[in-house]
């Protein structure tokens, strides 16, 4: 059941959402951003203290939502997973991005990725060191993908887009060298 809380959230929300493809993000008012939400100003108040904390606030179910949502079973099917997420939830990554929070948004999510990327077999055969370089190369490769292939209209189909990572991504894995190896 929606609270009057969440209630609020998806109407300042969707606000913003029809407000930034007319403005900049930066240029929303809070009188304005109220006006087109249809919710007071005192009601603003009592649960936000700025326009960016209903970012931070969506920025927080996203990930909540992601965690809950994509789990890692194969490597095809968890970007399959990710990228239907992103594509489900494009409205409010494209609020996000047009908003200046591309960084923000890949810090949230790059932590769950993190997590579920510490879960492949080629990553269990990797120093701890490798490991960190992988998960760290790999998701936030894959996330700036899919952030880009959301700003470009979603040109391929999830599928195809997931296979081509998935073949991009399945070269072998060998330990770095040691420096006294690099010659």
Known sequence: ?????????????????RLINKKSFSDISVSELTRVAGISRPTFYRHYHNIMD???????????????????HDNYQYILQTILFFQHHHTTVQVLLQAGQET??????????????????????????????????????LLSVILDWINNGQPESPEAL????????????KPMPKKSEEG
């Open 104 to 141: 923000a948004l890949q810090q949230k999510v790059a932590t769950t990725m993190a997590e579920l990327s510490y879960q492949k077999n080629s990553v269990a055969a990797l120093s701890d060191l490798e490991a960190q370089y992988y998960v760290t190369y790999h998701t936030t490769g």
């Open 162 to 173: 997931a296979r081509f990572l998935n073949d991009n991504s399945r070269q072998l894995y």
């Open 54 to 72: 209903i970012l931070t606030v969506a920025l927080t179910s996203l990930q909540q939502d992601f965690q809950a949502t994509v789990t890692f």
């Open 1 to 17: 059941m929606a609270t009057p809380t969440n209630l609020t959230q998806e109407s300042l929300f969707g606000a913003i959402a």
